[in-house]
């Protein structure tokens, strides 16, 4: 079994800065690639941040310049370190892994979800 595990979503005003953490536990062989995807009320789930295997990053234009997305291969584990949060921001923010097993294809994993609220 394969899970993904979230923490540091929370309240934070307008400006601030919130860390998110996500570790991938079981038995995972290779990681192609971790990342953020968010999703607001009446939306479709959208990345936010992902990182590959090789070390490329990708961006939503809405978060470029304020969000670093960054993975620790030891750990299997992702972080997304958010500054300057806005309003816009709230929502809910799921972590991602697309992995495989030894003898497995690669697949997609979803951590259950962390709720970001951003006052103003």
């Known amino acids: 079994q394969v899970l993904l595990v979230e923490s540091g979503g929370g309240l934070v005003q307008a400006g601030g800065s919130l860390t998110l953490s996500c570790a991938a536990s079981g038995f995972i062989f290779s990681i192609d690639a971790m990342g953020w995807y968010r999703q607001a009320p009446g939306k479709q789930r959208e990345l936010v941040a992902a990182i590959t295997d090789g070390g490329t990053t990708n961006y939503a234009d809405s978060v470029k310049g304020r969000f670093t997305v960054s993975r620790d291969n030891l750990k299997n584990a992702v972080s997304l370190q958010m500054n300057s949060l806005k309003p816009e921001d709230t929502t809910v923010y799921y972590c991602?892994?697309?992995?495989?097993?030894?003898?497995?294809?690669?697949?997609?994993?979803w951590g259950e979800g962390t709720q970001v609220t951003v006052s103003s």
């Open positions: 991602y892994m697309r992995a495989r097993e030894r003898l497995g294809p690669y697949d997609d994993y």
